[in-house]
């Protein structure tokens, strides 16, 4: 059974920082895109990042950068999104997802096969 599980979701104050990761099980997904997005309440589910698995390449959301910053760690099949310097409005559950690789610059939701089941950050002020 393939599994997307986020974790490090949390409480922090604003100007703090939280890193969230994602873990694949079930299988590899070295020739995907891995995605993070958010959706806060009320709102649409809006893309904030991405890797690619196979060159490290990263792309962000106008919003989040310079702040956030995607990583992986290989031997883990796991991906990281370092959030720093955290405002109000960056609260949001936080979904990780994956998109095959024919999708050049994946950012719309529908690009991505499989999804985790989101982890809470909330951002005080």
């Known amino acids: 059974q393939v599994q997307l599980v986020e974790s490090g979701g949390g409480l922090v104050q604003a100007g703090g920082s939280l890193r969230l990761s994602c873990a694949a099980s079930g299988r590899t997904f070295s020739n995907y895109h891995w995605g993070w997005f958010r959706q806060a309440p009320g709102k649409e589910r809006e893309f904030v990042a991405r890797?690619?698995?196979?060159?490290?390449?990263?792309y962000y959301a106008d919003s989040v950068k310079g702040r956030f910053t995607c990583s992986r760690l290989n031997d883990r099949n796991t991906v990281y999104l370092q959030m720093n310097s955290l405002k109000p409005e960056d609260t949001a559950v936080y979904y990780c997802?994956?998109?095959?690789?024919?999708?050049?610059?994946?950012?719309?939701?529908?690009?991505?096969?499989?999804w985790g089941q989101g982890t809470q950050v909330t951002v005080s002020s």
């Open positions: 997802a994956v998109a095959p690789m024919i999708f050049r610059n994946p950012t719309s939701r529908s690009s991505y096969d499989y």
């Open positions: 890797i690619s698995w196979s060159d490290g390449n990263t």
